[in-house]
């Protein structure tokens, strides 16, 4: 009777385990339908961490530590600008927008800088000078996504007042 009971009890639960698996339905998506809908869902335009300096490492991530960032980048630009004597023959207020790019090694490349010709003229070694700051800028470790270090782009204003 044991035995008929164990039997039994063996092929019902094979019935089961065999019917089972039928019921389960997997969906098969190929590779590139999976590779759309993951970019999708990845904002480009946003980065996880910003770039850094070794003076910000202790900072927490998001806008602290981007602020830092740019405070080291217009810090560096100013003190490096202060070592020149900018002589002009009228008296200039404006602002330059140096656009630059932190690259995936954390290296910088000026992208684009536009400097209005009357500056040109009044302070002609102006752009010399600009590239001159970015060559003093601390080794920065690049910006991440999604734990990846990625190229960004940052625009910082030099105000030049000057009477």
């Not at 869902?41 to 996880?48: G, Q």
Request: charged share 25%; proline share 5%.
């Amino acid at each position: 009777m044991k035995w008929f009971l164990h039997r039994g009890l063996l092929i019902i639960t094979a019935v089961v385990v065999m019917t089972s698996c039928d019921q389960i339905e997997t969906k098969k998506i190929s590779s590139s339908q999976y590779l759309s809908e993951s970019w999708k869902a990845i904002d480009l335009h946003r980065v996880d961490g910003y770039p850094t300096f070794d003076t910000c490492a202790t900072l927490p991530e998001g806008e602290p530590l981007k602020a830092c960032f740019q405070e080291t980048v217009t810090k560096t630009f100013y003190e490096s600008f202060g070592k020149h004597t900018i002589v002009v023959q009228r008296a200039l207020d404006d602002t330059i927008f140096v656009d630059f790019v932190v690259n995936e090694k954390g290296k910088y490349c000026i992208d684009t800088l536009k400097i209005a010709q009357e500056i040109r003229t009044e302070i002609p070694r102006l752009e010399q000078w600009i590239h001159e700051a970015a060559r003093q800028l601390p080794e920065a470790k690049p910006a991440t996504k999604e734990g990846v270090p990625v190229k960004t782009r940052f625009k910082i204003p030099v105000v030049l007042k000057v009477e």
